[in-house]
RNA sequence: GCUCGGGUGGCGGAAUAGGUAGACGCGCAGGACUUAAAAUCCUGUUUUCAGUAAUGAAAGUACGGGUUCGAUUCCCGUCCCGAGCACCA
């Protein structure tokens, strides 16, 4: 096909030389925590010097959450004690995880390859399981990496679905004090304007110390539905959305109204958004509503339209977010946006809660129990905490069997030699595979390098990747964990910029004749190897661009192919006259050079845009027109080889070195349009008459607007097309349209 | 349901700081060259109506409104198609 990829910058991420330094990257994550004040990421041993010097006292840290601590205190924990609170703020630590375990299959699963709770091959069950394992704390970049879209000249629909995934969204933790105890719920919510709508709570079944927020006699009622919850799967939940729950018994106290409102558990507050606990709105929140109708709970309205008055009693919850405060206390009256603020400020002033921003963003999962994937470069000591080895690469063993071990665990951990070092065992997780791809674009710049990831200068010189072509199926995998990797290695100074993929373009997919996706299932498939043997690759190349824009979706046509040959044959023929060289030495005439000039302007723009198909359209109208001059001049000729070289890399080099070029034309300047060539002196103006095209009249471009008025109102089709009616308006665009308004 | 794209001839598609809608190609029809065919070249091809014809008129960029001398392009509403998200408080 002519792809020029240069083949000596090739890299393999399962190549130990390759993934020692994928491995170099995550002991960097190990070694570093993420600093909210300085917004970087920064070097462990700064967070441990503060820890030895404050304790936890005014912490900036992103992280978990940890009690608090003196200095003192600090220097007195044992090694493992201080881990555990390390853990708590490296960027790539040990997370409790849920995972889709199979017990059937000794495994576990991708969301993908569960359905309906059943595994995808075999259909056995699959529960949802914790298990500990390495996570890469992403959300630490959850700001820049929203901030930094805005930079980028990636597609709406990209930048939307990050935008979505990352899911920023903020509003207020407020405490609620639980009724007769010292007990308070934190929630969060982004309507703290409807807070004195809130007639009830709802706590996600996961919670962990729920047993607390239970009467007595409701724990069992409670336990039973938990238990439920917790193995129904996502998916599961999600075919459901009929509301169930139980009551917890107890009550707790909204500050606003001071009224005791109920407890109740569902499954419809999710544990890992937000506390994992809500304040139900129903007037004004669809699941609260719905919530409270399948449980006969109190609606109190509190919002109504700007405008207008709530129909009585409510049919529906009103979700909008604008309207005006009622019901509500010292907020009667305020505008949503306005109440937000108010009840907020009420907030904090009365040691309730804060104000408070939330991310859907969770952390990025990065251990997989599986053979293929990079080691972690990690060995637990004898007291279990987790050290780096400093050795480079950590090398896969060998093994008999890459099958699961039916425990949970890697396959790794039955190579007994391999675990067992001196200094403990090693981690038998390895990494996924988004690992080694969330790097290698800086790899491509020094694909040899034994000494680091690549040298400053390589990178320094080559910088940011300037333009990526590839799916969309990406957006929230790879090309969030890219941008998320870059950003990281530009806190540490490895690289200088920290966006990694400056322009992306999401190509569409050549679909099969029928208007479906190519597959052997629908019999559709049409072999390029098949096309290129039959009409060559030149031809394959721009056909595919012809088809339509990059970024489309469009059905291949096998006819239409036929237009690109023909096309080819009528531009070999301007160099060769049947089999005869005919390229002469002429200077072109003036005629020539615009179609030549026009040419350059129109491809050298549509390159700069990507718009391939109206660049192989620009490159058919100047073969037409050249054809119909008859036109064989070496200069004219030689110019457009080089327009057509990106597009048609074979033929045009062919053509060249016919020419008597010794060099390539790959590496031939790209040539510049000169606008001279292209001025024109007159135009031949539509006339309309009313907004319809009446007549056509040709100008000078420089003619005077009230000689060019004379002449056209004298005109005979515009006579009789005014019909003797009084001329209202003369409108003349110049080089555009006359348009008489009578 | 929410978010983001998008609806233009028989087909793929062109043209949007508002200015001749349908470039280019496919397909189709007719013609030239040829003993014939292939290849090549030429002409026509949005729809409807009138006309033997040249030609003329009207409508037309999913649908209904609006702004404007002028709208495929801008605004409002509706419908349809595609992609993404999915109880995110």
Redo the contacts with the bound molecule.
Sequence with gaps: MGFSYDWDRQVKTCDPNYYQFTQQIFALFFEHWYNKQSQKAEPISSLIAHFENHGSDQLHAHGGKIESFTPQEWKAMSALQQHDILNQFRLAFIDETTVNWCEAMGTVLANEEVINGLSERGGYPVVRKKMKQWSLRITAYADRLLSGLNTLQWS??IK??QR??I?K?Q?AEIDFVVRGTLKTLKV????PDTIFGATFMVV?PELENLQEFCSEDQWPAVQAYANKAKNRS?ID??A??T?TGVFTGMEAINPFTGEPIPVWVS????AN??T?V?MAVPAH?E?DFAFATTFNLNIIPVIKPTNGELELPLKEAFSAKDGVCFNSGFLDGLSVKEAIAAAIEKVEKAGWGQAKV?Y?LREAGFGRQRYWGEPFPIVFDHEGIPQLVNQLPVELPQVESYKPTGNGESPLSAVSQWVNTPHGKRETDTMPGWAGSSWYFLRYTDPQNTQELASKEALSYWQQVDLYVGG??H??GHLLYSRFWTKFLYDLGYITWDEPFQRLVNQGMIMGEDGQKMSKRWGNVVNPDDVCAQYGADTLRMYEM????LT?S??W?T??I???S??F??FWRLFYEGEQWAVTQEAPTAAELKILHKTIKKVTEDIESM?F??S??AF??AT?EL??LKCRKKEVLETLLILMAPFAPHITEELWSQLGNTNSIHIASWPKYDASHLVENSF?Y?I?I?????A?IEFELNASEADIQATVLSHELVVKWMEGKPLK?F?L?KG??I?V?V
């Design positions: 709406d629909a939307e679905i979505n995934w899911g969204s509003g969060f919510t982004t309507r996600a996502e939940r999600m459901d959305t509301k499954d419809y507050v999710l958004y937000g994992g809500i929140d699941r939330n859907k969309s199926e957006a929230t012809f088809l339509g824009p489309d469009k059905p046509n006819h239409g036929e237009g690109v023909r096309f044959g009528k718009s198909n109206t192989v359209s058919m109208v037409n054809g119909t031949s539509p309309s009313n907004g319809k095209t009446r056509q308006k409108i665009v555009r349209i348009n308004v």
